[in-house]
């Protein structure tokens, strides 16, 4: 699905994200489509990547549910694989980034020398893909267009833009959900290496929204040869999309401006597709299955289900 398209009874908004397209029902709940189209650096590639969307949402829908426990999450109904029915909360401007290793956009900014990041002080004499003595938080702005920002906890708090109680709690949510997400990596093993969450608030409560601890999300390394990669110095094998936006660099783009996508050839769509897969099977200990559904019969699907809600 590279578009939804959808029309629904007492539809009162539409968005559409990088991969999501997002309907609010009577200001009250939300659709969440989740398409197969893939962003890096920002930018949304021209080509879909067939079972993204089911993988994403899938997985969500399985870690929303094994966590629900820590913090109360907007979901209400999945009646389709890449389709999730949950609240309309308003949002929180900002997504926070919890880090394990020193990987991704930590290790690039930690090998130009820099060793704050966040305003979170990183410690000397790291190497690539090592543990921090404990996980990080380096939230970032939260863009309906264009790049996240970086951004301090000081200056969340200061700008005004998540008020200090609050954000106390998001800390506190964010490195629970990140021990949870490790522990159920771990069984499966894997090392959940870094991920993001968002949050939104309905009244006095605090949800945890979107999707987590999905290959979009996160990052994740096989616990299999982990310590010894790291000691001979060799990158580690994971499970994330970081290997796409690695094949964008190598071929000149960065999402910067006046730099062109490659070629998405058939066989890197397929094989982006399989690794998506992968993950999934690997994640959930369950095997993927492919579900393909006209639009007709998934929108009469999803009307069904919101009159029930």
């Known amino acids: 699905m590279l578009e939804s398209n959808f029309k629904f009874p007492g539809q009162t908004a539409f968005y559409k994200g990088k991969v999501r397209d997002v309907y609010t029902i009577e200001d009250r ?18 080509r879909p990547i067939p079972y993204k969307g089911q993988v994403l949402n899938q997985v969500a829908a399985i870690m929303l549910e094994a966590t629900k426990d820590i913090v109360p999450n907007w979901v209400k109904a999945t009646p389709l694989p890449n ?70 906890r000081e200056e969340i708090i200061a700008q005004g833009l998540v008020s200090k109680e609050d954000y106390e709690q998001l800390e506190k949510y964010t490195l629970a959900l990140f021990a949870r997400g490790k522990e159920m990596a771990a069984e499966r093993g894997l090392i959940l290496v870094d991920t993001k969450y968002e949050f939104g608030k309905i ?35 994971q499970l994330s999309k970081e290997f796409v936006r690695e094949w964008l660099m190598e071929n000149g783009f960065q999402g910067k ?32 299955v492919k579900e393909d559904v006209t639009r007709d019969a998934a929108e009469a699907k999803i009307i069904e289900t919101l009159k029930q809600l």
């Open 29 to 46: 709940l939300m659709v969440m489509a989740v398409s197969d189209r893939i962003s890096a650096f920002d930018v949304v590639l021209p």
């Open 83 to 152: 389709v999730t029915i949950g609240l309309k909360c308003e949002t929180f401007p900002v997504e926070m980034v919890v880090r394990g290793n020193l990987t991704g956009h930590a290790w690039r900014t930690y090998k130009t020398g820099q060793r704050v990041l966040c305003g979170v002080t990183m410690p000397d004499g790291m190497k690539e893909n090592d543990f921090f003595p404990q996980p990080i938080i380096t939230p970032t702005t939260k863009a309906h267009e264009g790049h996240d920002e970086d951004i301090s």
């Open 203 to 237: 009244g006095d409560t605090i949800y945890v929204i979107d999707e987590i601890h999905t290959p979009d999300s996160s990052r994740y390394f096989y616990a299999e040869g982990y310590e010894a990669n790291q000691a001979a110095g060799k990158q580690q094998k």
């Open 257 to 288: 401006d006046g730099q062109q996508v490659p070629e998405m050839t058939d066989e890197f769509i397929n094989s982006v597709s399989e690794r998506y897969i992968e993950l999934f099977e690997n994640i959930t200990g369950r095997k993927f």
